[in-house]
């Protein structure tokens, strides 16, 4: 669904669920897309009649549809450019021999949706975007906001003429917020959220929900908190007894069913991400390698 926000902006709804994103189209003087993950929707973009494409970031869910923007410049935050050459980046699996030694990435099993040869063709690149930088459409102008946490690259853009945000995967769904690229500090994407906080936007859009969230300062500090409810409760099960990131993740303190392999694979990720941190913090230490105990 193409819904109109503004005189040149429209949101690209995606109707296919996981795997595939939300979309902004800016149809000025420039055409411009961000993400190309809408899946069928994507066509109402008409991709090859676009200028610029921006990948808010590297996963598979917004930028599968990248290849059918034949002549469009495509741009990225300078990070991003080097994890999209990479297929465990894209899917969000980097790190998986460390943490699932013993479970062979079963690419067929999870990849469901994924197009055969999609991930090992070469994305293509053609420039990059960076933090404060205003992209001038002609009657339409919008700023790139880096916000690191979910990748490090991650960028949000802010249109002040509407007074809206697109978030990308600062997703705001029940599931969220993820951060399990192998050592990212859960703090980037705290300090990212409150920096949207701040801005104030009087709307926001992401690419997993499907509407446009009015008024979100609330939802985006429920949103954060989350990550420090996790927090807290790997803390407390430190204190009780020292542990091992596989003995954390049994106990399901992130995601309530690991349904799959990646996810269970994500609640590793995460809850390491959260002991570098709390390490960091002086809150936890780890013993003998690998376990770790509250101080
Ligand atoms: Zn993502």
Redesign the pocket.
């Known amino acids: 669904m193409l819904l109109k926000r503004g005189e040149k902006l429209f949101i690209v709804f995606n109707e296919e669920g996981y795997t595939y994103g939300n979309c902004i189209l800016v149809d000025d003087d420039i055409r411009l897309v961000i993400d190309s993950g809408a899946g069928r929707e994507l066509a109402k973009v008409q991709p090859e009649k676009v200028d610029i494409l921006i990948n808010t ?1 590297h ?1 598979y ?2 930028v599968r549809g990248n290849k059918f923007f034949t002549r469009a410049q495509i741009l990225l935050h300078p990070v991003e450019r080097i994890s999209i050459k990479s297929v465990e980046k894209v899917m ?1 699996i980097d790190g998986w021999n460390q943490l699932m030694p013993q479970d062979l990435y079963n690419r067929e099993r999870v990849e469901e949706g994924v197009e055969p040869n999609s991930l090992t063709e070469e994305w293509r690149v053609d420039g990059e975007i960076n933090d404060g930088q205003v992209i001038d459409c002609g009657s339409t102008k919008f700023m790139v906001l880096h916000t690191p946490g ?2 490090k690259g991650h960028c949000a853009f802010y249109f002040p003429e509407e007074d809206l945000a697109f978030l990308g ?1 600062i997703c705001l769904t029940k599931v969220g917020p ?1 951060y399990g690229e192998a050592h990212t500090d859960p703090g980037e994407l705290i300090a990212s959220i409150d920096r949207i906080i701040e801005l104030n936007p009087a709307a926001v859009v992401t690419s997993h929900v499907n509407q446009i969230v009015d008024n979100p300062r609330p939802v985006l500090r429920e949103y954060r908190d989350r990550i420090l409810k996790r927090e807290q409760r790997i803390l407390k099960q430190l204190r009780e007894s020292p542990q091992t990131i596989d003995q954390l993740a049994e106990k399901h303190l992130i995601y309530r069913e690991h349904p799959s392999m990646p996810v269970l694979f994500w609640e590793k990720s995460m809850i390491r991400n959260h002991l570098e941190r709390l390490v960091k913090l002086g809150l936890a230490e780890e013993l003998d390698e690998g376990v770790f105990k509250a101080v």
């Open positions: 970031h996963h869910d917004h969000a979910h990748s995967d993820w």
